[in-house]
């Protein structure tokens, strides 16, 4: 009786795949240019590139990096394997049995679209290639979607974001000064480009959050954005729409792009500004409020936010986000709570364990910082730093 069941199941196997293949069949012969042969398409192959780098004005660059996948044979160009279009569904002059077990290879059953890259750009001058590495690697253990970089690394540049506008392909940049750590994803700042509203072109977070220890609000001798201004250690812009913005300005009623702007007021506030190009933004800024995008102090969290007692609110709820050692105090003994984690990320390997080998040893180091302001409160320091090491197993243990 079993020999029967095994026979009518086979049979009934092998009647349902003749079903499929002659309606496929029957389908494709009423599809135009069918049994002809097919013009090759130049853009058929495809191509995965998973981070790089670039150049930028008279800034020397980084390498860039790519992976992408081999080209299919001549007679495999024209469809791709697929859920959508799977291989009984090819004409037998496109592609034969062998062409089907090479581009079972060369491509995924379930097709997704590729993944959004990231930019991230940082000048590193004069002795920051430590930073900058440090820095990097921060990025690339936590983030998510893949990075690439645009390192300028040519010093002594009149504005060293005046270069930026040659990277003219690139649609959206995150840019960081050397002395910043990712504490979680880059994805995360990144997002924050879709909260934009029409006007808004670039983000960054208050200098300050107290103005009685602020600076511009006390020292400044040019104008600056909002109440104590802004620190540009950490910027995300839309380049797209700073490339097309017009800015109102103190030196002539005519509006002024970027290009045009930067020099001018460089050389109108010479005399008068103190932290270089974050004094020019401060200007162009309090002239084009609009523009701006504002972000929480724990995505620049900086020493001013804790030697004199704790004035970031969102990062005592939160955790901080993005670590910002300005002021030297990765290099010092001033702030060890900073220079902690530096230490930590800077000697952390790609591949150990980021528990036992980054978090474990980070925590006893920061518990022998309480005897400042800032290691008073050195949970705060490792507490999305805890979260993000979580996500990431997370994601391992899920397969993503």
Known sequence: MRRYVRVALLCLGCGLCSLLYGSSQLALEQEPGWGKPQARDPAAPVRRQRAGGGRAAAVAAAGSAGRGEPELPDRCKNLSISYWNSYWMLPSDVCGMNCFWEAAFRYDFMKTEPAEKMHLAVVACGERLEETVTMLKSAIIFSIQPLQFHIFAEGQLHNSFKGILILKDVD?????????????????????????????????????????????????????????????????????????????????????????????????????????????????????????????????????????????????????????????????????????????????????????????PLELELQKTMHTYCGRIYKVFIKQLTKSIRDIYDRRSKGS
Not at 224 to 233: H, K, L, P, R, V
Not at 313 to 318: G, Q, R
């Open 172 to 360: 959206s940049l995150l840019y960081v000064d050397t002395d910043i750590l990712f504490l979680r994803p880059v994805d995360d700042i990144w997002s924050f480009l879709k909260k934009f509203n029409s006007t808004q072109i670039a983000a960054m977070a208050p200098e300050h959050e107290e103005p009685r220890i602020g600076w511009y609000n006390r020292f400044a001798r040019h104008p600056y954005y909002g109440i104590t201004g802004i620190n540009s250690g950490v910027m995300l812009m839309n380049m797209t729409r700073i490339r097309r913005k017009y800015f109102k300005n103190d030196m002539t009623t005519a509006r002024l792009q970027w290009g045009e702007i930067l020099m001018p007021l460089l050389k109108k506030y010479k005399l008068n500004i103190t932290w270089g190009d974050q004094d020019l933004l401060n200007i162009m800024f309090f002239h084009n409020p609009e523009s701006l995008f504002v972000f929480p102090c724990q995505w620049n969290y900086r020493p001013d936010h804790c030697i004199y007692g704790s004035n970031c609110k969102e990062a005592e709820e939160k955790g901080i986000f993005i670590l910002h050692g300005n002021r030297g105090v990765y290099h010092d003994d001033k702030q060890p709570t900073f220079r902690a984690i530096y230490e930590a990320i800077k000697k952390y390997s790609f591949g150990d364990d980021l528990v036992n080998f980054l978090l474990q």
